[in-house]
């Protein structure tokens, strides 16, 4: 059975952060701490972003925080962009919140409980027994999983409305008390953001775009390669610095088991959809996809205008895509922690 894709929209934080503003308030802050931060300023010309968005303002990163603070802004600014985004998709959708049956949220930089979508009922008017599946501890791969948990609820039940929501505060997890190499390339990459997206069974009026069952990939022992660590102070970011090296060697042949899992070929695929860790990992997927140099131009840019913001990413990638008016078999894929390749297929309807 195919799910159809109703609407799709993406949302942003008030607080944009400039990358040159980013860089002279880290060197403030972490090089005076850290003796090797002088060697890894280059990182922030050569990540590809020109500024990202956050929840909070970039004076609050002058002050020391721990896991209280973190976690107010986060569930604060993390609601608001759950309204936001949300709001945009039932809209591109036509569609009521009180008619959404099911809420499947996406998010892995804080802890919310309730929820985040019980948190932003009162404000969207949800219904009561609207169905509620928060899931956590996806990270980047959370776009694209999230896709295809939404997509399995949708087909699960017919002519039911489902809502995906997709929602990070990466920026909160800035430390200076640890200093590490992962934190400095977390604080050249990471901005937040969300994106949200309506799915149903139901044949849309307009262009169709389908999605078929998504599959994931979990290589054995590669659980310190990227995920958080968990201290009293918030949560420590891991990324392994073989990223890129693990795409050049891995991703190929998980690309082409993930394509027959899905019945597909790769000479099949139009094009594909991918989350945009950084620069280099954009450049080696292009290398294992077999891309021309340059092909993913759209996952550039969206890292251009708002950085790495772990899950959404990939949805603000798609958002791009389609509004190119880009057609035909794609593929949507994500790494993350696990270490996990997800995918899932999109096919595209040509635009009338």
């Not at 799915?199 to 262009?207: E, F, H, I, N, T």
Request: hydrophobic fraction near 50%; aromatic fraction near 6%; charge should be negative.
């Amino acid at each position: 059975m195919d799910v159809f894709l109703h609407g799709l929209a993406t949302a942003l934080p008030p607080h944009v952060l400039p990358q040159n503003l980013v860089q002279d308030r880290a060197k403030a802050l972490l090089g005076p701490k850290y003796p090797q931060f002088e060697r890894l300023l280059s990182t922030f010309v050569s990540a590809g972003i020109d500024k990202r968005h956050s929840v909070v303002p970039i004076d609050w990163f002058e002050a020391a925080h721990g896991w209280s603070d973190r976690n107010a802004a986060y569930l604060t600014g993390a609601t608001d962009l759950f309204v936001q985004a949300a709001g945009a998709a039932l809209a591109a959708a036509g569609w009521d919140a009180e008619e959404v049956d099911c809420i499947v949220t996406v998010s892995s930089t804080g802890v919310a409980t309730p929820t985040l979508e019980a948190r932003a009922m009162a404000r969207m008017d949800f219904r009561g027994d609207v169905l509620r599946v928060p899931v956590f501890g996806l990270g980047c791969a959370g776009g694209v999983s999230g896709l295809s948990i939404a997509r399995s609820m949708a087909a699960a039940t017919p002519d039911s409305k489902v809502l995906l929501v997709v929602v990070e505060a990466c920026t909160l997890s800035f430390r200076t008390d640890r200093l590490e190499k992962a934190d400095i390339i977390a604080t050249v990459l990471f901005g937040d953001g969300a994106a949200a997206a309506c799915l149903s069974d139901a044949q849309p009026g307009g262009r169709a775009i389908a999605l078929a069952p998504g599959t994931q990939i979990t290589w054995p022992d590669t659980l310190g390669i990227m995920g958080w660590d968990v201290d009293d102070t918030g949560l420590g970011v891991v990324f392994d610095r073989a990223i890129p090296d693990f795409v050049n060697t891995h991703m190929e042949d998980a690309a082409a088991s993930a394509l027959g899992a899905c019945g597909l070929g790769h000479d099949e695929i139009d094009r594909f959809v991918c989350h945009p860790g950084g620069a280099k990992v954009v450049t080696a997927l292009e290398r294992a996809l077999h891309l021309p140099q340059g092909d993913l131009a759209a996952e550039r840019e969206v890292l251009r205008d708002a950085g790495n913001m772990s899950a959404p990413t990939v949805l603000f990638v798609l958002e791009r895509v389609l509004a190119s008016g880009a057609s035909g078999q794609m593929m949507a894929m994500a790494l993350g922690p696990g270490f996990t390749g997800a995918f899932q297929p999109i096919k595209v309807e040509a635009a009338a």
